[in-house]
């Protein structure tokens, strides 16, 4: 399965499909995506889709979480999320997304009578990415899910850390992803 997140809204709710691996290749996308969806004089609302997720690395869930924190400030509600993976249902968990979503399986979704979710358009995945303003990203993401919880803070410690010391140093960007991706607990094989 490809990686992708589709976007799209319906009368005020905003809707983003995630689809495959979702890493820090797709956040710069989804940032662009969040800052003009929040500013949109007609937004209400965002559903966020995680039932063709097969895995989240921790830059995607920390852009998740300050998207929910801004939402949450904006309209006094936290946003929906769609999620019937046993597996991505215990990594948000243990991130403390249930304090700054709403989760829920379809089946549940589809128990409130809203209406369909539309399918929306595919955000770009990046390709040539400029160095500092991934660092940035994934130290920001970090930052967001450090500031959930204790425990949160304690796993992303050193990784932050070690990221704004070779902010001014430079690492070259394939380290930068493995050391990203070592961050995410590991998702069950079942």
Not at 30 to 51: G, N, S
Not at 85 to 90: I, P
Not at 124 to 149: C, F, W, Y
Request: hydrophobic share 40%; proline share 4%; with cysteine.
């Amino acid at each position: 399965m490809n990686s992708s997140i589709r976007a799209g809204d319906f009368q005020g709710t905003h809707v983003l499909r995630f689809r495959g691996d979702i890493r820090v290749t797709l956040c710069g996308a989804l940032d662009a995506y969040c800052e003009r969806m929040v500013k949109d004089p007609a937004f209400h609302a965002v559903v966020i889709d995680l039932e063709q997720t097969e895995n989240l690395d921790s830059t995607a869930l920390g852009c998740l979480a300050r998207l929910s924190i801004r939402v949450k400030k904006l309209n006094q509600r936290v946003p929906t999320l769609i999620c019937n993976s046993n597996n991505l249902k215990r990594i948000l968990s243990s991130m403390g997304f249930h304090d700054v979503f709403m989760i829920v399986d379809r089946a549940a979704y589809d128990a409130l009578s809203l209406p369909a979710l539309p399918e929306g358009i595919e955000l770009p995945a990046g390709t040539d990415l400029a160095m500092e303003s991934t660092r940035a990203r994934v130290i920001a993401a970090h930052k967001q899910l450090m500031s959930m919880n204790d425990a949160n803070a304690e796993t992303f410690r050193d990784l932050v850390d070690a990221l704004e010391q070779e902010q001014t140093e430079g690492a070259p960007l394939d380290e930068l992803r493995a050391a990203v991706s070592k961050q995410v607990p590991e998702q069950d094989q079942n």
